[in-house]
């Protein structure tokens, strides 16, 4: 369970003695480690964890001159192909190879947990908590000019940070976005849209897609800005999904707006083949977002992660996130569900509950992670990737596919 806590006392300083570090944390954050089992002293670790970058497929052959720009070495990460690990304190932002699109910032273990979900050109794959987009544009790449890839958040602004990030890397083409609840959302991929009989109308029905402009007609304009005007989740969650974006190929240019929006109750011939559920959670095992709370002010960190109501329901949440994206696995599909928290809370008893309620889940060995400085979870074929042992942020990684009925 977690620790609820008053008001934040003191901060207290937690110690990493082996590099002979400290950071001053406050009582109410390290209760909470203490009542979930987690080792304060890895949020001291913070300087001497190396940043890492994803450079652009086909930009492989500019290491040389991105070195140079970002006045460091990139040293190659062995086991996840792409990455490259720089010092901590190289700030990536300002760089020409970022403002190119050449290079993305990104955890090794958030590539390894996209990287465990096996990627096959031609697949059709369902990123569930898309925003802020890491995962999701390296999903894209991974694709190349074939499938489709639909990412899902209910966070408007952070989705719309995924469509910046599309057409940044250019990477949009097979994508398409919706702003919903990844609870509820039923619509299936591309490819069973288009096995649907084709919209027999002309060019200009307003009933089909046309091809994709940032310039929405007035009536499309005002529908989104009354949906954004709503503040309460809660609302957002009974709305239907709202496509915020989509690519040339992607599959929806043509298509009929009511086939498009036309939910299914039995995805599991028809679903998606790759299903990544990197649901919201507490955030600890990422010590850049908890080093952030130093600027945000730990209230932030005690009303953000610590509130008793909130980490109640962000299990049932993780719980509820991942048996929907289940549901719209196809047979024989790969799902993985992933958060950047260490609490076992949040992780191995989400799994368990999983299965126990899910026969045709079954958990899978990820063959990758032979070569992943990761441990083993708590459960077998989960994986842990934390800072002392991976030298990367913290990451649970569940792997699981649908077995036929
Ligand atoms: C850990 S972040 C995802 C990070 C993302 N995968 C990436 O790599 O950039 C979790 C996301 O889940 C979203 N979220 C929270 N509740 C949700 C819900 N009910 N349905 C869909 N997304 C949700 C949050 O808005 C947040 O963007």
Excluded at 283 to 294: A, N, P, R, V, Y
Aim: contains cysteine.
């Amino acid at each position: 369970m977690y620790c609820r806590m008053g008001s934040i006392e003191a901060t207290s300083s937690v110690h990493n003695q082996e590099k002979g570090l400290s950071l001053s944390l406050p009582r109410s954050f390290l209760h909470f480690l203490e009542e979930n089992g987690l080792d304060p002293s890895i949020y001291a670790m913070i300087e001497t964890i190396p940043r890492y970058i994803r450079v652009k497929p086909g930009c492989e052959s500019q290491l040389v001159e991105i070195e140079n720009e970002l006045k460091c070495r990139l040293e190659k990460v062995s086991w996840l192909s792409g990455f490259f690990a720089i010092p901590s304190q190289i700030q990536i932002a300002g760089s020409k190879a970022y403002q190119q699109g050449k290079i993305y910032g990104m955890d090794a273990a958030s590539g390894a947990a996209v990287s465990a979900l096996n990627v096959s050109p031609a697949d059709h794959v369902l990123d569930l908590c898309c925003a802020p987009g890491a995962k999701l544009c390296m999903l894209a790449d991974l694709l190349g000019n074939s499938g489709s890839l639909t990412g899902v958040d209910i966070a408007r602004a952070r989705l719309a940070a995924c469509r910046t990030m599309l057409q940044k890397y250019s990477l949009g083409d097979h994508c398409r976005l919706f702003v919903a609840d990844g609870t509820s959302f039923s619509l299936l991929p591309v490819r069973s849209c288009m096995e649907t009989k084709p919209c027999l109308s002309g060019k200009n029905d307003p009933d089909i897609f046309a091809e994709w402009t940032a310039k929405r007609s007035w009536r499309e304009r005002k529908k989104a800005a009354k949906a954004g005007n709503i503040a309460d989740l809660d609302q957002i969650k009974s709305t239907s999904p709202e496509l915020i974006f989509y690519g040339r190929y992607s599959g929806v240019v043509g298509l009929c707006k009511n086939e498009l929006f036309r939910a299914v109750d039995e995805p599991s011939f028809s679903g998606y083949d790759r299903v990544l559920v990197d649901a919201e959670c507490t955030h600890d095992g990422s010590l850049k977002h908890i080093q952030k709370f130093e600027d945000w002010g730990w209230e932030t960190l005690e009303r953000r992660v610590l509130d008793a109501k909130r980490t109640d329901s962000l299990l049932h949440l993780q719980l509820q996130l991942l048996t929907n994206g289940f549901r719209l696995l196809r047979v024989g599909g790969t799902l993985v569900y992933s958060t950047c928290s260490l609490t076992v809370a949040q992780n191995e008893d989400v799994v368990k509950q999983f299965l126990s309620r899910n026969s045709l889940a079954e958990l899978r060995h990820v063959e990758a992670s032979a070569i992943w400085p990761c441990r083993s979870g708590g459960i077998p074929n989960t994986l842990r990737f934390d800072p002392k042992t991976s030298q990367t942020s913290g990451l649970f990684i569940a792997k699981f596919t649908r077995l036929a009925s």
